[in-house]
């Protein structure tokens, strides 16, 4: 199968039918992606396809093939610096264990993509697919927020 | 999880050819139900056939005075549609109630059907409104679809292609109840239409179901009779997410307010 992965060009030889979370995490090394509850509840998990925010536990690895695949470890920009976006969620204190926020973050950069000026509630219902257990979500709608163009 | 195959066949004939001759294939769609239960092991196939890029099975169209949605077109699809808001809004709304946007990007219409869950939310809207499964081979009214728990009327390797609903699908009505605003499985979900008096239900017996009892008496313009009646149509149970006397006092008093018959308390 082959695929772009954060801008480059992938080719692979693994089983299909696997989670493309799991080809992520160990056949890419990409373990920016985490999992969390493995059956599309969370959002831990969550990846861009072509643009749109999916949950990579729930996607066959062969379902990628000819599409564009962002994770977190290509949000940040061409000469390395963090993206607005992540550097909002550091300055905002958006993030505290962590697990939670690379899937935020892609939610969140689908979110900003289709919408630039979102309102709170339209943020809120952007991540309503990514669950935060230490926050209280607060801080991460402030710092979304806070990336209106 | 033992290696499955994996499939892509070019078009539908295609994909109705290999689910015939490879045994134990299931069709895949949006994975948001197949694959969850492939990971737990609670589903074993030798084989997946991808449908998701089936260029076939994508779209929304007009239809003999109503509006056909291909199988494998995403809610975020049917949420976005112009059309569906027109001809279907509680299509819309139950769209909309669906997990969140990771799943409203991969979940399809033909999965919910396929999957036959009694809590999957557009089954009641589809039911209420007359809808029609087309598949690879003929068409079959929503309210012959479901046969049992889990179970539907497709034949082996038969493959939904799209969902159509008829003109009077507008007047649908839609409420879910559920834990939460977002990602929750649903404890009710109830689907109704004046005309014709439609009742339809989910999450309150093992098949999504219509309220034969309460739609007679909507039918003859008693709508105290059709709330009444609604108690001995459905057959809830208690499970992890409600209780059977719950599911019926909650579906009683929604049908009483989509029917707005409630005196205001």
Same mark, same amino acid.
């Given at each position: ?14 089983? /299909? ?5 799991? &080809?992520?995490?160990?056949? =890419?090394?990409?373990? !920016?992606?985490?999992? #969390? $509850? ?7 998990? /969550? ?5 749109? &925010?999916?949950?990579?536990? =729930?996607?066959?690895? !062969?379902?990628?093939? #000819? $599409? ?28 505290? $264990? ?52 | ?265």
């Amino acid at each position: 199968m082959r695929f772009i992965l954060n801008g480059s060009r992938v080719s692979l030889d693994v089983s /299909s039918s696997r989670r493309l979370l799991d &080809v992520l995490r160990e056949d =890419l090394r990409l373990t !920016g992606t985490k999992e #969390g $509850c493995g059956e599309g509840e969370c959002g831990a998990c /969550s990846v861009l396809i072509d643009g749109e &925010v999916v949950n990579s536990c =729930l996607v066959a690895a !062969g379902q990628v093939d #000819g $599409c564009s695949v962002v994770t977190v470890e290509g949000l940040a920009l061409p000469d390395g610096k963090l993206s607005p976006l992540q550097q909002a969620f550091i300055e905002r204190g958006a993030a505290q $264990c962590g697990i939670c926020t690379p899937g935020m973050l892609l939610a969140a950069h689908a979110l900003l993509e289709q919408n630039p000026r979102p309102s709170e509630d339209e943020v809120r219902v952007g991540l309503a697919g990514n669950l935060c257990r230490c926050t209280g979500y607060t801080k991460i709608i402030d710092a979304v927020l806070a990336c209106r163009t | 999880m033992p290696d499955v195959a994996y499939l892509q066949p070019r078009d539908v004939a295609d994909a109705v050819r290999l689910c015939r001759e490879t045994p134990d294939a299931r069709p895949l769609a949006g994975g948001t139900d197949l694959m969850v239960m492939l990971h737990a092991g609670t589903v074993r196939p030798r084989a997946l056939v991808n449908l998701w890029s089936l260029r076939e099975l994508k779209g929304i169209r007009r239809a003999d005075g109503g509006v056909e949605i291909g199988a494998g077109e995403p809610y975020s699809g049917i949420i976005a549609s112009p059309l569906v808001g027109e001809h279907c809004p509680a299509l819309v709304a139950a769209s909309r109630t669906i997990g969140a946007a990771q799943i409203q990007n991969r979940g399809t219409l033909g999965g919910n059907l396929a999957n036959a869950s009694p809590a999957g939310d557009t089954l009641p809207v589809l039911l209420a409104a007359d809808a029609v499964v087309v598949t690879d081979r003929r068409t079959i009214p929503v309210a012959e679809f479901f046969i049992g728990y889990r179970k539907t009327a497709l034949g082996t390797g038969e493959i939904i292609v799209a969902v159509r609903l008829p003109a009077g699908a507008r007047g649908v009505r839609f409420r879910k109840v559920g834990t939460r605003a977002a990602q929750a499985i649903s404890k009710v979900v109830l689907a109704v239409n004046r005309d014709p008096a439609r009742i339809a239900l989910g999450s309150v017996a093992e098949v999504p179901l219509r309220a034969r009892g309460a739609e007679a008496a909507l039918a003859r313009g008693d709508v105290e009779g059709a709330v009444a009646a609604l108690a001995s149509d459905i057959r809830p149970i208690d499970d992890v997410r409600s209780t059977a006397d719950y599911r019926r006092a909650v579906a009683q008093n929604v049908l009483e307010d989509l029917l707005d018959a409630s005196p205001r308390r």
